[in-house]
């Protein structure tokens, strides 16, 4: 199983930024899949996640501002987010197979498949 990140950057408070997800390898549509972040000096945190029948779920901070969505067709998983803030600044993991009810829960990669990681910096 591979999972593939993109996008993320650096932007002003207030701005827009996208992640996208390519995953490969993973034949089960199983449990729920997302982005997590970490923050310096802060423990992993969930962000937002889609499960198999494509209801979304997000973190209060986050609510409002991101968007998850999914493309089965393309195995894609994508993170818009808007009205972003300096709070906001972390490295975002794309994250897949793992349980929906321990998402929120879950504070390092123990369980699933991870990417990476991207670095979203927000300044202002």
């Known amino acids: 199983v591979e999972l593939v990140e993109s996008g993320g950057g650096s932007v002003q408070a207030g701005g827009s930024l996208s992640h996208s997800c390519v995953v490969s390898?993973?034949?089960?549509?199983?449990?729920?899949m997302g982005w997590f972040r970490q923050a310096p000096g802060k423990e992993r945190e969930g962000v937002a996640n889609?499960?198999?029948?494509?209801?979304?779920t997000y973190a209060d901070s986050v609510q409002g501002r991101f968007t998850i969505s999914k493309n089965n067709a393309k195995n894609t998983l994508t993170l818009q987010m808007d009205s972003l803030n300096p709070d906001d600044t972390a490295v975002y993991y794309c994250?897949?197979?793992?349980?929906?009810?321990?998402?929120?829960?879950?504070?390092?990669?123990?369980?699933?498949?991870w990417g990476r990681g991207t670095q979203v910096t927000v300044s202002g």
């Open positions: 994250a897949i197979d793992i349980p929906c009810e321990t998402w929120w829960i879950l504070r390092r990669p123990t369980l699933g498949y």
């Open positions: 390898g993973y034949k089960y549509n199983m449990y729920c």
């Open positions: 889609v499960d198999t029948d494509g209801r979304t």
